[in-house]
């Protein structure tokens, strides 16, 4: 039952309070199904569940298809919303579950939440502005307005989302490099890196929800210090420090 609460108020922390403070003010909960970020957030991380959950029950982690169902269901949704609580090891999954559940932590969580990672907006922009490339591709002479909730969403944005990403796995990139040449392995770097970048928490292998970062040496420990930072101050606000226009103002 107490999972059960957390898992409601982890979901509810992800989403849009913009969201809330309209559902509650009119006294209609529609406003969660009109905002595209809480419908795709909340399916992406019932289909996760549900398939994480069938994963590790045929590969026989858990005795019951239940203590399957109950591990993954915290678990995934805590990683996904990057609230950063565990009830099992799961570095012992196999290592397809835990490396998904890292990946929704950089896309699920919404605008105007305390969840971390790229945000479910950037995604929807990202991926419809994929579609509209491809159709434009095959209808060069089309006007094809990219809309979000039936928003037509301005190019400047669209822009400033994608240079916003790039720069995200950039700095993903650059961050595991630094651990890797450090000596640390490959999906420790890279998980350590992630779950920072996105203020998950636990990562993977050393940094496992099993052990945690103490067994990092200084330079690995100011490196994931930097993706914490990062992560939190958003990278194009840091990123325009480092430019001489910002300077000559």
Known sequence: MIEFVLMIFMLVAAMNFATHFIALRKGNF????????ARWMLLLILASVIGIAVFININNVYSTPFRSLRFAAFNVISIATTSGF??????????????WMLFLSSVCANTGSTGGGIK????LILMKQSLREMFTLVHPQAVAPLKVAGQVVPNGVVYSVLAFIFLYFITIVVLVFALLISGLDFISAFSAIVACINNVG???NVVGPGSGYGALNDFQCWTCIAAMFLGRIEIITFAVLFTPTFWRK
Not at 30 to 37: G, L
Not at 120 to 123: A, D, L
């Open 30 to 37: 529609n406003a969660y199904r009109r905002d595209p970020e």
């Open 86 to 99: 565990v009830t099992t090891d799961y570095g012992s999954w196999p290592v397809f579950a835990p490396m």
């Open 120 to 123: 479910m907006f950037r995604s």
């Open 202 to 204: 636990p990562g993977l």
